[in-house]
């Protein structure tokens, strides 16, 4: 049974869990950032395939006490390096840390970096490069008040990078951000969804992904594949199994619109990219203005605020004018805002029956459950 761990964007690690319990994964517990689980070496192949939330899968070689980078360095000496991948291939170091006495961090990575070179040194009178920016394997060390914890990545490039992306406007949400959002608004995949200010397409896209059961690894490489214990019987199975199952590429109610062009142009770029370009219907269109697509569904969208775009007055104009949009053309319908503005629902006059805290990197803000009726939700203010 192997141990792995899987971070994610802060606020998704309930919905990661889920994933990775229909995975078949064991011993599963979420802290802040990711979640554990164990498992056989396969399931970390599985989970690079098919989570639509982990933002990378890494498998775990060592957990042990430390006091000093010393016994940093011997920790990491000890393990079988060149048992996992060859001297002839470029490394990189990455090191966390969470109240760790050590004074540098930097000085530390370097000495796990030399514990690994130099176990190479002593079997093969060799040692790996270091490659920064492409290497072939990735070392993730995290360091806590006590403990060290050392990773091989899985997942090589992160996941969130599913290979469809070619354009982006400003401030686009990653992918695995995007497809948390679609899986907390509890859309079944057959009403629709819209997206009406959908920048580069990411939530049409991904929500596409999720109706037509489209395993969101299934056309990358990944780090495992570089590894010398590589079963590559067993993945090449796994992808073929995926790829069997993926639905028609036939039109679904998923609507993305833009109020400017060039946004839109990305969007379709990318859902080109994707094979997606006649399942998702795109169109330009003004959210104060567009009729709903459809009686009732499910609205999903990360539309400008403060932090993000915009300006402030700007935003005060246009929020209540979209809560008036929402109560006059969308009611019977869920929508799902995510907003760094944490008074979004009283700036738009709608009440929010629920509010999950989610971080868009390192912005902390709010994915905002407001169930649309027409007219107003706020009570009358009584006669004087």
Sequence with gaps: MEKFFAPCPRGLEPVLAQELTALGGAEIYAVDGGVHFNGALTLGYRANLES?????????????????????????????WPRWFDVEQTLRVNLTATRSPLKSLDFT????????????????GKRPSVDTHAPDVRIHAYLDAEKLTLYLDFSGEPLFKRGWRNATGEAPLRENLAAGIVRLSGWDGVEALLDPMCGSGTIAIEAALIALDIAPGARRDFGFEKLKNFDRAAWEQMQAAALAREKPRTQLPIYGSDLYGDELRYARTNAEAAGLADVIQLKQANVLEMPAPAASGVMVTNPPYGVRLGNAEDLAVFYPKLGDALKQKFSGWRAYILSGDMALPKLIRLSASKRTVLFNGALECRLFEIKVVAGSARKPKPAV
Excluded: G, M
């Excluded at 430390?66 to 000890?78: G, P």
């Excluded at 990575?109 to 093969?124: E, G, M, N, P, W």
């Design 52 to 80: 639509r939330i982990a933002s990378r899968v890494l498998w775990r070689v060592c957990q042990t006490r430390y006091r000093n980078e010393e016994d940093v360095y011997k920790a990491a000496l000890a393990l079988p």
């Design 109 to 124: 990575t370097l000495r796990i970096k030399d514990a690994v070179c130099d176990s190479f040194r002593a079997k093969f």
